[in-house]
């Protein structure tokens, strides 16, 4: 069975860091790439960003809103996914889901599993 | 900036058929873009339902179904369930990136 662990949410004043990390289970996490989404409190889904599978450079991509301040990153031997967030706005506060890409490509066909959610709250 | 469009809510008799759209700013929805569809319930992390256009996951009841319609991808609900009260969010590729759609509200009444 498929399953993900968000952890490392919390509250954190504007301008902090804050890493977040997914712990993975269930599938060969190497294998694929694994993604960040969020929500707002009351708002839609808005994707973080993705990093790929090391067979595919593990690379990553990110949403405009948080390219520069945000970094993924990936450790295989832990099945860990990470998600570093610095210079954290208020407008970042929401609940950060850890997410599976489908396909073990180099362009993930979209998602298929998801975490339970970690909420950020950015406030002074 | 783009933006993904979809109806913010629709109303659904138990029973019934109901089609969800979600438009690009950029232009026609094309199967280049992955259309993928989600439904969330309140207090719930979101739940996968398609991908790829009209790709079913084993757990996505065979009510659900995915295509391209009119330039939008589509999700239509037929004989829809009392559980079937959700929102429900599309995903679509941008070379390198990826947009949610905007949301549609489904009640079932």
């Known amino acids: 069975e498929v399953q993900l662990v968000e952890s490392g949410g919390g509250l954190v004043q504007p301008g902090r860091s804050l890493r977040l990390s997914c712990t993975a289970s269930?599938?060969?996490?190497?294998?694929?790439?694994m993604s960040w989404v969020r929500q707002a409190p009351g708002k839609g889904l808005e994707w973080v960003g993705f990093?790929?599978?090391?067979?595919?450079?593990?690379?990553?991509e990110y949403a405009a809103s948080v390219k520069g301040r945000f970094t993924i990153s990936r450790d295989d031997s832990k099945s860990i996914a990470y998600l570093q967030m610095n210079s954290l706005k208020t407008e970042d506060t929401a609940v950060y889901y850890c997410?599976?890409?489908?396909?073990?490509?180099?362009?993930?066909?979209?998602?298929?599993?998801w975490g339970q959610g970690t909420l950020v709250t950015v406030s002074s | 900036q783009t933006v993904v469009t979809q109806e913010p809510s629709l109303t659904v008799s138990p029973g019934g058929t109901v089609t969800l759209t979600c438009a690009s700013s950029t232009g026609a929805v094309t199967s280049g873009y992955y259309p993928n569809w989600f439904q969330q319930k309140p207090g719930q992390a979101p739940r996968a339902l398609i991908y790829s256009t009209s790709n079913k996951h084993s757990w996505t009841p065979a009510r659900f179904s995915g295509s391209l319609l009119g330039g939008k991808a589509a999700l239509t609900l037929s004989g829809v369930q009392p559980e079937d009260e959700a929102e429900y969010y599309c995903?679509?590729?941008?070379?390198?990136?990826?947009?949610f759609g905007t949301g549609t509200k489904v009640t079932v009444l």
């Open positions: 997410t599976r890409a489908i396909g073990t490509v180099v362009t993930p066909r979209g998602i298929d599993y």
């Open positions: 269930g599938f060969t996490f190497g294998d694929y790439a």
């Open positions: 995903l679509l590729y941008y070379g390198g990136a990826y947009v």
């Open positions: 990093i790929r599978s090391k067979a595919y450079g593990g690379t990553t």
